[in-house]
Structures are given as C-alpha cells and as structure tokens.
C-alpha cells in the first residue's frame, strides 16, 4: 500500500465489507454511494471520503460495483490470501474461537491450540488438535503460522508473546486484558468484550440521566 490509511479508516473497512457482502448475496450489481448510505446508516460523503483513500472505485452517475468494491476492500484487508492461526491457552475462549467456523469464509484458519494442561493433549476441538507448548516449536518449524491468538491468563500473555515472536510469528491477536510489550514490526490486535460492554454501560448510564 503506497499511503499510511489513517486506521480510523482501516476500522470501518470491515464494516463495508460485510454490507457489501450482503448485498452481494441479494444479487445486487451495483450501489450507488447515497443507497449504501442509508443502509449503513453513514453519510454518503463519509463513504466517498473512505473509499478514495483507496483510489475511489466509484463512478459517477453509476455509483459503485459491488463485486469489484467487494473485492478490492476485501484485497485492501488482506483477505485475498489465506491466513493460518494458531491458538495460545485452549480454554473456553481458545475453543469458543475455534469453534467459530465462519472464520474461514474469510481465510482465517485455525490450524492448532497450544496448552499446558496435560489433560488437553491428544484432544480435538472440531477436527483440529490441541498440542501443549513443548510441541509449539517444532510445530511452528514446521508449519507457517501467520497469526497466534492468545487466549491464556493474562500473566503469561507478555512471556508467551515474547516467545511466539522469536519463534518467527509476528502478528498477535490479543484477548489477555494486558498491553503487551513487543518489538514495533510485531503487529498486535487486542480485542477486549469488556471495554465494549463498558461502553455499552456508559451508554446506558448517560441515556437514563
Ligand atoms: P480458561 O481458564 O478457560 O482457559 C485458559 C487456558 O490457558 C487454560 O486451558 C490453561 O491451561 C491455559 N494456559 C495457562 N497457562 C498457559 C500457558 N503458559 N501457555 C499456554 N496455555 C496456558 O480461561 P478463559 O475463560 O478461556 O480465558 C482465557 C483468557 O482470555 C483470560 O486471560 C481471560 O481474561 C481472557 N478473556 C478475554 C476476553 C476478551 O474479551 N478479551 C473475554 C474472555 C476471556
């Protein structure tokens, strides 16, 4: 990508992607940027202003072609290539994640968990394995792992990180509620339902007032 997108931006991404997805599956060719406005519920000069970051896909008097739109914001997100996850801590959230199959529509496969729980090894969550952590190096020798999720307590989240980083992965996708402390070419995505809920709880605080 030729330009830093602002990750305001990069953050409503997957919103489009999945409205135009969806209109996609109703067969719909082309949108102009006033419809897909009032079905996202944001302004028509919003959507153009995010979407000429990326060199505008629009024409005038047409609107937009959904296919093409799709793909492109769907190349933008990296979702033209297949990505494989492994998860940190196969617990109930670890499983829960795995469990999720809808992941892989959009090239997200997990491909293994990692535990210390010795009761763990040898299980399957669906088909796929869990292996405890002495297993992780040899694992990550021998297979490309493109992402860790750590789902473990969040003690060993930073240690743990540490350890996938040297084991050649660089991208975390973090639900221990810790900041971890990497190197800056290690890209991390922390994901907190709390911080959501707390959110939410703000907001209904401030509406009953
Ligand atoms: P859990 O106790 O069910 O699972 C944790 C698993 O991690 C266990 O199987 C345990 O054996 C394993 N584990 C412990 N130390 C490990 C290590 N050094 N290496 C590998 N595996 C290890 O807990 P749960 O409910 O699945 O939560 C997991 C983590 O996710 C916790 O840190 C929790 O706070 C966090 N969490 C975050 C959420 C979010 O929205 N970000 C939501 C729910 C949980």
């Given at each position: 990508m030729e330009k830093d997108i602002s990750q305001a931006v990069i953050r409503r991404m997957p919103r489009y992607y999945r409205y135009l997805g969806e209109l996609l599956e109703e067969g719909v060719e082309r949108i102009s940027s006033n419809d897909l406005s009032s079905r996202m519920k944001v302004t028509a000069s919003q959507i153009r202003q995010d979407l000429n970051n990326f060199g505008g896909f629009g024409q005038q008097g047409y609107g937009y072609n959904v296919q093409f739109l799709y793909d492109e914001i769907g190349k933008i997100l990296g979702l033209n290539q297949t990505h494989n996850i492994i998860v940190i801590g196969a617990g109930n959230l670890g499983q829960a994640i795995t469990n999720y199959v809808k992941f892989e529509k959009f090239g997200?496969?997990?491909t293994a968990l990692f535990d210390i729980?010795?009761?763990?090894?040898?299980?399957?969550v669906r088909d796929i394995p869990i292996y405890m952590m002495d297993e992780l190096e040899e694992y990550c020798a021998k297979n490309r792992v493109d992402i860790a999720a750590l789902t473990l307590p969040k003690e060993r989240a930073d240690a743990t990180a540490k350890y996938l980083v040297q084991l050649g992965i660089h991208a975390i996708w973090n639900f221990a509620h810790v900041d971890l402390d990497l190197d800056s070419q290690v890209v991390v995505e922390n994901v907190h339902l709390s911080d959501s809920l707390m959110q939410l709880s703000y907001n209904i605080v401030k509406n009953s007032d």
């Open positions: 997200f496969l997990i729980n010795p009761k763990l090894k040898g299980q399957m």
